[in-house]
């Protein structure tokens, strides 16, 4: 088996909020990868000592560590103890009911001789190719499915020139709205405090024999698809497939770089932090 993966942060100043690991036991046949986005709260108070960095740490080690374990049960329990686990390290200094507690997207996947399975939390994106070839994303698209009004305010946000009063003014909004929406009946979920939000992932089981590779990337690395639109998702596994994830996040750099003020590709951020994991059979 090979397994090739790449990371970069958005910003020289910044850490990497990305968290990307692979496991592969030693009794062989098997193995399991997790990738962790962690969400950039805005500033102001999140209710806890810790930062993302630590956050996606604690919940992408406990995540591995459990997915591969001789009794590990299914991705979706994995990762309700994984956030559980990570609550418990914190629970005593934070105040983990902060709608801004530390927090992240997850994807996760686990094979062994007879199957493969999968699990999608926000807005990371698993590929999956099948032995002829075709590529599928599974994907949790809650986030494309925000009600009008907000949707209509990331509109108007981006209708503003960037570094003016009326666009911070503008964002504030938008970010309240979207807050308002995370981890909350018609919004979107990610991993933070509370261990339920792990019945909110999208997930699957596949048969071994049908699945050659999968992928697995960040929104930063799924924006050279999503945002830029220089690939479909067949062409993105084909270029990381011949030139690996180091070639995928430096077409992402370059689109980025090409579009320094996000006027003709509108994004949240100019450049975020950038992951990107293949494993082929």
Known sequence: MRIETATEPGSPGRPNEDFVAVAMPASGGGGSLVLLDGVTPPDGPTGCRHDVPWYVAHLGGSMIELSVSPTAPSLAQCLAEAVLRTADAHRGTCDLYHRRTPQATVVAVRWNADTVEHLVLSDSVLLIEDTAGQVGAVRDDRLDRLPAPVTALRAAVRALPRATAARTEAAAEYGR??????????????????????????????????????????????????????????????????????????RVRAAEAADPDGTRFPRGKVRDDATAVLAQW
Do not use: I, M
């Open 177 to 250: 709205a979207v807050e308002a929406l995370r981890n909350a009946e018609g919004g979107f979920f990610t991993a933070a405090a509370d261990p339920a939000v792990a019945d909110r992932a999208v997930t699957g089981t596949r048969p071994r024999s049908r699945v050659r590779a999968v992928a697995a990337l960040t929104d930063g690395a799924a924006r050279l698809v999503e945002v830029f639109h220089e690939q479909d998702w067949q062409g993105a596994f084909t270029l990381l497939r011949k030139a690996g994830p180091e070639e995928l996040l430096r």
